[in-house]
């Protein structure tokens, strides 16, 4: 587990769990901002900085995050988007955008990892099981999948056809299949949209934890009725938080 000594919006340092290696780190965490602040608004950029990071500086990655009022009155759904992030010089930095400013507060995650970049190696094969779900409510169904299984830590990817709940409820909640029992992550779901809107795409956020994963739909159900919705994150695995090679 790593703590920033500052950060320029103005909000509580942040502990992130973590797996960092020179040339790969994975790391975990959530934050929350008021987007009325003055902090904020002062802000061109996010940062985080660090006593010390393992890794001088990275590619690009990527930081979810979703508001948490509709946009009108008659709309259900929360939206977010994913912003753009990367390592240098003990430093975290998240781009910033304020699209969203009218409908916070603003909850963001981070559960992605951060490659060096310029790396020239032999791409292998290595740390993929057979994945799936199971125990899911009856009108939920998977379409593509990968997991992959590492002893640090751990990538998944579940894309479904459907994504919908039993008798009316709201209420999501599966196994997935080979995940291990040490993961414990805050990840967005991404839902497919049925109709054209410009700012983001509908999102929940759900959580992991012993291999169950937990949600609460968007009450709009053609997000859950049309395939494209999706899982995609990093996680650290508990314990190997600091471990580094």
Not at 155 to 183: E, H, N, W
Request: proline share 3%; aromatic share 14%; with cysteine.
């Amino acid at each position: 587990m790593i703590t920033s000594i500052k950060n320029n919006i103005g909000i509580a340092q942040v502990s992130f769990k973590d797996y960092q290696t020179e040339n790969f780190t994975v790391l975990q965490g959530k934050f929350d901002v008021d987007p009325t602040t003055a902090a904020w608004k002062a802000a061109n950029e996010i940062v985080f900085e660090f006593a010390e990071l393992a890794m001088n500086k990275s590619g690009i990655s990527a930081v979810y995050f979703i508001d948490t009022r509709p946009f009108v009155d008659y709309e259900k759904n929360y939206r977010g988007t994913i912003l753009k992030s990367w390592i240098s010089n003990n430093k975290l930095h998240i781009e910033k955008i304020d699209a969203f400013d009218d409908y916070g507060p603003l909850h963001f995650y981070i559960c992605n990892a951060y490659a060096k970049g310029g790396q020239r190696c032999q791409i292998e094969k290595d740390g993929y099981v057979t994945t799936g779900i199971e125990n899911q409510p009856s009108g939920t169904s998977l379409d593509k999948k990968c997991l992959i299984v590492k002893e640090h830590y751990i990538f998944c990817q579940l894309m479904f056809r459907t994504f919908k709940t039993d008798a009316s409820t709201y209420a999501q909640a599966f196994d997935i299949i080979g995940m291990p029992d040490d993961v414990d992550v805050y990840v967005p779901v991404v839902y497919s949209n049925a109709y054209i809107n410009k700012k983001g795409a509908p999102m929940v956020a759900g959580h992991l934890q012993g291999g169950h994963f937990t949600c609460t739909n968007t009450e709009d159900t053609s997000c859950t009725a049309n395939s494209g919705m999706f899982l995609q994150f990093f996680a650290v695995r508990d314990g190997d938080s600091n471990n580094n090679e």
